[in-house]
């Protein structure tokens, strides 16, 4: 007899449930959201487990790795498509998720999600962090425009962070109401802002000692951070049978929508990592507007942009360069910036 396992996860407990390959329920538990917890009740449950299974979530990285390890078949799957199938349920609880997620890992209607390597994960977190940080210097900065603004004080609209300090400092100092307050947020924003400029060098020597990497930033645009985004964010070059499927997993694909005589075309989908598109966007726009260099991808580019829009025209480049870079990676090769180069 075959056993099915489904796992309703949330951040501290865990519904569990057992069906047969009849579909029949055989066991309810309710436990810790830890793997040996997991690994117990199944272990008293005695027979052996056919699959095991549980929908994407911020636990799911840590539950996954860890069953694998113990030797359970464990799938992860797609929120959204999960979601759909227990739509039909009544009555939302924790047990019937449970339940249902069990009979979609008996009946194999689910997609698999692409587990990512801790490589990955401690890319992320890097670059993440960077952001966090950044984020926070910016907000400071705002705070303190804002304040300056009720004593007419204006500062130019376009400050580089490195000169913030430099400015603004002798403005708080040559007041004592204005030194009284502001200073201490002056200081918070510094030491942000130093620690800011550690993280930054931490991630461009990263970048620069990673052989694919190195191989990415060849292309015009694409330097250390959207490298290591789209590392990150792609992890295993070969789960993408198609280097064209890229731009549609990251969301810069139009969006359709298709019945009968009726069929429109919409926006890009916006599916997928956000930090990824956001970063292919800025590539693009780098491409276009800052590289000298001409290359057919630049030309394409220019022209489209010229019939299309600015906005258009860079995410179309966008789209060509999610393309280039993973096939790029796949095939170890440079990019190439002339069609002499290509036709080699």
Not at 31 to 49: N, Q, T
Not at 154 to 173: G, N
Request: proline fraction near 3%; glycine fraction near 6%; charge should be positive.
């Amino acid at each position: 007899m075959s056993y099915f396992v489904g796992l309703d996860v949330a951040l501290r407990s865990v519904a569990l449930c057992v069906v047969d390959a009849d579909g029949d329920i055989v066991l309810e538990r309710a436990l810790d959201c830890e793997v040996e917890a997991i690994d117990g009740c199944l272990s008293k449950f005695g027979k052996p487990i056919t699959k095991l299974g549980f929908e994407a979530g911020v636990m799911s990285q840590m539950l996954f790795h860890g069953l694998q390890a113990l030797g359970y078949d464990a799938v992860c799957m797609e929120a959204r498509q999960v979601s759909a199938a227990l739509s039909a349920m009544r009555n939302k609880t924790d047990k019937n998720d449970a339940r249902g997620i069990a009979q979609v890992v008996r009946t194999g209607w689910y997609k698999p999600v692409h587990m990512k390597s801790r490589e990955s994960h401690y890319i992320r977190a890097m670059l993440s962090s960077r952001k966090a940080v950044l984020r926070k210097c910016v907000d400071l900065e705002n705070e303190i425009r804002g304040l300056f603004k009720t004593f007419g004080i204006r500062l130019p609209s376009t400050l580089a962070h490195h000169r913030f300090d430099d400015i603004v400092r002798p403005i708080i100092e040559a007041d004592e109401g204005l030194a009284f307050a502001l200073t201490p947020m002056l200081e918070a924003r510094g030491a942000l802002y130093a620690h800011y400029r550690e993280m930054d060098k931490r991630v461009k020597r990263v970048a620069a000692q990673d052989p694919v990497c190195n191989l990415l930033m060849t292309t015009p645009g694409v330097g250390a951070m959207t490298a290591l985004h789209f590392k990150a964010a792609v992890d295993d070059p070969a789960r993408f049978n198609s280097s064209r499927t890229v731009a549609a997993h990251f969301g810069l694909t139009p969006r359709r929508f298709q019945s009968g005589e009726m069929d429109n075309l919409g926006r890009i989908s916006r599916a997928g990592d956000t930090e990824m598109r956001a970063a292919l966007y800025t590539a693009a726009n780098s491409l276009l507007t800052r590289t000298k260099q001409m290359s057919p991808l630049k030309d394409w580019g220019l022209r489209l942009v010229k019939r299309r829009g600015r906005k258009r025209g860079t995410v179309a480049v966008a789209r060509k360069l999610a393309v280039i870079l993973h096939r790029m990676w796949v095939d170890g090769t440079p990019y190439r910036w002339s069609d002499m180069e290509v036709a080699k």
